[in-house]
């Protein structure tokens, strides 16, 4: 009854010229002149989209304590590396500080030796990987640029022999029930590097799709911090670097990245700073985040304050929640 009066209403105040539409469903109905009019009752508001492709950037940072508890008990099952150098460390650190801020996000972090075996209780994260440019086997922690994707030390010429030592570490694991959920290569200073970056950890990406491992290796972007925060051509350049290992991400949808760079850039209240040279505007670190807090786990760690480090910390958990298969809705 309501549905009619509403639609007789229509009909008396509006103009009998043409059609009137009122939203996106409804019907039409016979004026007495013989003209059609449109009528559309309001419909319930649509469910939220769930997100698509896992890009862990600065946007995420807060939501880290809308995963469910479900994916929560998911990436407690997981063993993560996250390879490199000093800048590494702030992801390890990140973690850690979470877990001294809320128990419910428990992680183990290993630095040496034998990593650790699987377990439904704690998150494992590591640097540990098998093998670098120097040792086809035996677990090593400290991992260079060469080591990911080059052939010899301070040559970052792309080599697929070294990507396939690391493709054979990846199976190695997996075969010895040390499977990695995850893993990347975590920057460091290292110039000219982003081109065979990017093709060595795509070829990672298509050696564990063709070979049926559920390891998800993902992208990151590098440093804002120390020289690279300047007003220099150095540090647009190597802005410029992380611009195009987004766009490679964001060109398939089926790529995760862990925005390191955009992370940091932004302080807790969602400004974001800034640095110009010649007229072009890059990300840097906030100083926000090269501070320590109350909670510091230590006060600096990986060239970043605890407060970076805290923000790395948080976007982990939910890019591997989304890893292990949470569709980023918060219910």
Not at 117 to 145: C, F, H, K, Q, V
Not at 208 to 222: M, N, Q, R, S, Y
Request: net charge negative; glycine share 10%.
């Amino acid at each position: 009854m309501k549905k009619i009066l509403y639609i007789l209403v229509i009909f008396i105040v509006l103009p009998v010229s043409g059609q009137i539409n009122l939203g996106n469903k409804g019907g039409s109905f016979l004026s007495k002149n013989g003209v059609f009019l449109s009528y559309t009752i309001p419909s319930e508001p649509e469910e939220p989209e769930p997100y698509t492709q896992i890009i862990a950037n600065h946007s995420v940072v807060a939501l880290y304590d809308d995963i469910p508890q479900q994916w929560i008990d998911s990436v407690k099952k997981m063993f993560v590396t996250v390879a490199g150098q000093s800048h590494a460390e702030g992801y390890f650190t990140g973690v850690q500080m979470l877990e001294e801020l809320d128990a419910t996000y428990a992680v183990s972090v290993v630095s040496s030796g034998t990593p650790e075996s699987y377990t439904t209780s704690n998150l494992r994260m590591s640097g540990a990987m098998w093998g670098n440019l120097e040792n086809a086997t035996g677990w090593i922690y400290g991992y260079d640029t060469w080591d990911w994707a080059g052939g010899t030390p301070y040559d970052y010429t792309y080599s697929q022999s070294q990507a396939e030592r690391v493709m054979a570490g990846i199976s190695y694991a997996h075969n010895n029930g040390l499977t990695k959920a995850a893993m990347a290569y975590g920057y460091c200073y290292n110039e000219g590097y982003w081109e065979s970056y990017i093709t060595a950890t795509q070829a990672l990406v298509d050696y564990c799709e063709a070979h049926g491992l559920p390891t998800k290796v993902f992208f990151t972007t590098g440093p804002a911090d120390g020289h690279l925060a300047a007003a220099t051509e150095e540090a647009y350049t190597e802005s410029l670097r992380w611009t195009a290992i987004r766009n490679h991400v964001l060109a398939d949808s089926t790529l995760i990245l862990f925005d390191y760079n955009d992370i940091l850039s932004y302080n807790d209240a969602g400004q974001q700073q800034t640095q110009t040279w010649n007229g072009h505007i890059y990300p840097v670190i906030h100083t926000e985040n090269t501070t320590g807090d109350i909670t510091c786990y230590p006060c600096s760690s990986g060239h970043i304050g605890g407060n970076g480090c805290l923000k790395l910390g948080k976007a982990m958990w939910w890019m591997l929640a989304r890893i292990a298969g949470w569709n980023g809705v918060i219910e």
